[in-house]
């Protein structure tokens, strides 16, 4: 067996406690060697943070050698070990990366110029619109946008940037070959085939709930910039922007209306410092780059043909959802001629309709 085999075990019965493997690594000097040392010899651990040696030492005698290098044969899975030249050198920098990663898809954009955009999984249709547009216009400025594939602003982030022809990253509290959230499925294959869906878990981890805190601090570690787009007080998103911060990377955050839950995380962040978002050339800026691609204003068409009406109703709509009473009132047009231009711009891919008769802005 040579030394990968040992680093990948020591990493199996370890996923989501780097801080731990590093410091068997660290105390050894190889994995091999932590491998084959008696259990007394892992006493220095006692009383430690790093957790329960007893059960550690256990999964150590049940675990199957000749099984963990069959990872290695995986031809749908790719690993990366820290110190292969593919592992991501941005990664490398935090206090704990992750001692191997699981991949599916194409590793190249790993090293990618990464911003991640995350935020609430019950995101609002503002907060919906807004990623959806933040991530394409990122995209087409050569940016990788990163997130963690979950509900909401998650899944919008990376639909924004495959919708515009960008790589985006997904990285998972799960094995690279569970599909969640189950809605997901078809998502995670558009992302496998235009970037890559990563994870330090092992391939069949279940999704358990403290595996994500654990993955946040691989989103953030990835990118340059994290941005808040929408988040209660209490979140994973604002989790991942603590962490970040802590990693020495820019946190920013798109502001929204005071009166909403889901603002008060991003709002707070902009009191506290965080530069407020407002497209996304704010972002770019802080990256030192230059769009490539121009965000175009909210009363484009994207060199569609409009009429009148339909020009009109454009310029009333934004990215928060207005209810069709509204827009009737607004436009002094008839009921039906406004449902009518409402639907002939939500062919045109320049709106989006909601439950409840709602309307906004489509983001693409």
């Known amino acids: 067996m040579n030394e990968k085999i040992y680093w990948l075990a020591w990493h199996i019965i370890l996923a989501g406690q780097a801080r731990k493997f590093w410091t068997i690594m660290e105390h050894f000097g190889t994995a091999k060697h932590a491998w084959c040392a008696p259990d007394s010899d892992f006493n220095y651990l006692a009383g430690s943070r790093q957790g329960n040696n007893g059960a550690m030492l256990v999964r150590r005698k049940q675990c199957d050698l000749s099984k963990v290098a069959s990872y290695l044969d995986d031809k749908d ?63 087409g400025a050569g940016v990788a946008v990163v997130s963690g594939m979950a509900r909401g602003i998650d899944a919008a982030a990376h639909r924004g940037a495959l919708d515009a022809g960008g790589s985006t990253i997904a990285v998972l509290g799960c094995g690279v070959d569970v599909i969640y959230p189950r809605e997901n499925g078809r998502l995670k294959s558009s992302i496998m085939q235009n970037g890559v869906v990563i994870s330090e878990f092992p391939p069949g981890t279940p999704p358990d709930s403290w595996h994500f805190p654990v993955r946040n601090r691989v989103i953030s570690g990835l990118c340059k910039v994290v941005v808040v787009v929408e988040a209660a007080e209490r979140s994973g998103a604002l989790i991942t922007a603590h962490v970040a911060l802590e990693q020495g990377r820019d946190v920013m955050a798109v502001p929204g209306n005071i009166t909403s839950k889901l603002s008060k995380g991003p709002n707070a962040l902009i009191k506290q410092g965080a530069a407020p978002v407002l497209g996304a050339g704010d972002i770019v800026e802080e990256l030192g780059l230059a769009l490539i691609k121009q965000p175009l204003p909210s009363d484009s068409a994207n060199g569609l043909k409009l009429n009148d009406h339909e020009k009109l109703l454009l310029k009333l709509l934004n990215y928060e959802a207005v209810s069709l009473e509204v827009i009737v009132q607004k436009s002094g047009l008839a009921a039906g001629e406004v449902m009518s231009a409402l639907m002939f711009l939500e062919v045109k891919g320049l709106i989006r309709q909601m439950p409840g008769r709602l309307y906004a802005l489509s983001g693409k």
């Open 77 to 139: 899975t790719s690993v990366i070990f820290y110190h292969d030249a593919e592992y991501p050198g941005q990664l490398k920098n935090i206090y704990d990366p992750p001692p191997v990663l699981f991949l599916r898809g194409s590793e190249d954009c790993l090293e990618s110029v990464s911003v991640a955009l995350v935020g609430a999984r019950k995101a609002t249709p503002y907060g919906l619109s807004v990623a959806e547009k933040l991530a394409g216009d990122l995209a």
